[in-house]
């Protein structure tokens, strides 16, 4: 890694870092009015731009708006909303008025929102029409457990439940309140991450990781202000909302928001009508794109191409330089970290790519490989925990799970000099990192990261299962996908119809990404002698290895 470069990613941001420091400032009151902070592309390629001047006005409106409901510094705040012109005008709103933004995924099903509103304490939730079902009760007379906020359709009649656009036109046009600065240590998001057992961490983001995830545009990104940038991620989970929105709207570049769903032709469409020059996505985009390739993908003005989320297998890379003749480049981060480790794309930092590895240690990160029984740095070559150095990593934003110091102090080690990833990896004698395997029980599938307790929670609340357990697969599009292990009770007979009552349970109860593709009915599960259930023996049976 290139010592000056990492010297001025570890001084830079101190904006970020003020005791001052206010959100709608740093996001969107600093930069020119005229210049265009989202392009918003319907599947018709329809296009509309919105600059920042809007987002000053239109995000006041939402911060009186929220403030008559309320709403205050600190308060937390859902947003269960897909890519549009609303989106960022509402996060900034929440965040001019110094509350904290929980981002709900649309795909998650009731249960799964219930969880992160209720871990939150969030009392209002910002939803689009299409979602607002999923936060009302059973019971149509009945009030809703958080005042709902829906963004479009016709005007709702359940109780406690109000049409954005009503709001709006009842907040002054020219509010011109003072936005709430909360200092460096005050919070953007309360952004929740599944793990492997128990129910999922609330991970708070602080005005001061902004720096980071500043300087990973800048730095593995190589984003210049002359480029035409489209992140696919969804802002749903941290990659999208971390570097589609939060990055851009920093460093007051102009960023593309896909207001449809995934498919490979509408993508190649936007990557051609568009001119797209600077283009993130997880490797299942990739992997999609491979499988249904354009005619004319060469004349494509792509000139950076980025992949995070999962390990980059050395297929998409060849194909990326022989189809779109450029290289797809590897980055490996984490919600509790941001981007720290990647196959860079700025001058000053590139190096050739070696097939497995994802990288360096990013400008601002220190990176390390420890022994699996003691806090030891390993010889390169050997496969150990990958773990930052808190000591020499002035990026470093994460303070601790929310409310749950359990938890935190399982990823320090005692004397807090290393932040544990619950990855492995190896180190050459160069510096490159190679990823070995993740915190085992983490599914992660197309770049989402699926936690099996919150899927078995859920196949265990069906009145003819016993247990379940839920481990990863191979798949060649998706990286992974879920395969569930069920113990039946005393009496149920296994059949081809209870497998899709199980998979159509999860999809209405948790997730429709998250669906077990295959469900297997078993006599019992492997366990240790303490009872916990041995999901490695799991995985050698489902094909993993």
């Not at 449809?260 to 990739?286: C, K, Q």
């Not at 249904?292 to 998409?316: H, N, Q």
Request: charged fraction near 20%; hydrophobic fraction near 45%.
């Amino acid at each position: 890694m290139n010592e000056d470069a990492s010297t001025i990613a570890g001084n830079s941001g101190a904006e970020y870092r003020a005791t001052d420091a206010c959100a709608a400032w740093l996001l969107c009151d600093r930069h020119a009015g005229q210049d265009v902070a989202f392009r918003v592309v319907d599947a018709d390629l329809a296009t509309r731009e919105v600059t920042f001047a809007e987002l000053a006005r239109r995000s006041r409106q939402v911060a009186y708006a929220l403030s008559e409901m309320g709403i205050r510094a600190g308060d937390a705040v859902g947003v269960l909303m897909g890519k549009s012109a609303d989106l960022p005008a509402v996060l900034l709103g929440i965040w001019r008025l110094g509350a904290v933004h929980v981002p709900l995924f649309t795909a998650f099903a009731r249960p799964a929102i219930e969880v992160r509103l209720v871990g939150s304490g969030a009392a209002v939730v910002i939803a689009d029409a299409d979602q607002t079902s999923k936060l009302l009760p059973a019971d149509t007379g009945a009030a809703a457990d958080w005042q709902v906020i829906q963004v479009g359709g016709e005007r709702p009649e359940a109780p406690g439940c109000t049409l954005f656009a009503d709001l709006l036109a009842a907040a002054p046009a020219d509010s011109q309140a003072e936005p709430v600065s909360v200092g460096a240590d005050g919070l953007l998001l309360l952004l929740f991450t599944s793990g492997t057992t128990g129910a999922p961490k609330p991970v708070p983001v602080p005005i001061r990781a902004l720096a980071s995830i500043e300087r990973y545009l800048l730095d593995a990104v190589d984003l210049r202000p002359e480029d035409v940038f489209w992140n696919a991620a969804d802002p749903g989970w941290a990659y999208g909302l971390y570097y589609a929105l939060l990055g851009p709207l920093a460093l007051g570049r102009t960023s593309i928001l896909l207001h449809a769903g995934f498919s490979v032709e509408l993508t190649w469409r936007v990557l051609d009508a568009f001119g797209v020059t600077n283009f993130a996505a997880a490797p299942t985009i990739y992997r999609a794109l491979r499988a249904e390739p354009a005619a004319d993908e060469r004349s494509l003005p792509l000139r950076r191409a980025s992949s995070a989320g999962e390990p980059l297998t050395p297929e998409v890379v060849s194909w990326a330089r022989d189809r779109l003749g450029i290289e797809v480049r590897d980055h490996y981060g984490q919600t509790e970290l941001g981007m720290v480790v990647g196959n860079a794309w700025r001058a000053e930092l590139r190096e050739p790519v070696v097939p497995g590895s994802m990288g360096y240690p990013l400008p601002g990160w220190s990176c390390a490989v420890l022994a699996d029984d003691a806090d030891e740095v390993l010889p390169p070559g050997q496969v150990g925990r990958l773990a930052i150095d808190t000591s020499q990593s002035p990026l470093l934003w994460f303070p601790g799970y929310q409310g749950q110091p359990d938890r935190t102090a399982e990823r320090f080690t005692a004397d807090k000099r290393w932040y544990l990833t619950g990855d492995t990896a190896a180190q050459d004698a160069d510096g490159r990192l190679y990823f070995s395997s993740r915190d085992d029980d983490v599914i992660i599938m197309a770049g989402y990261r699926i936690g099996p307790f919150e899927v078995e929670s859920v196949l265990a609340r069906h009145e003819l299962v016993a247990e379940a357990a839920v481990v990863g697969a191979p798949d060649e599009l998706r990286g992974e996908v879920l395969v569930a292990y069920v113990v039946l009770r005393a009496g149920a007979q296994a059949s081809s119809e209870l497998e899709q009552e199980l998979q159509q349970l999860v999809k209405r109860e948790y997730a429709a990404h998250a669906y077990p593709r295959t469900v297997h009915m078993v006599d019992e599960l492997p366990k240790t002698p303490s009872g916990k259930i041995q999901r490695f023996k799991l995985r050698d049976r489902a094909g993993t290895g």
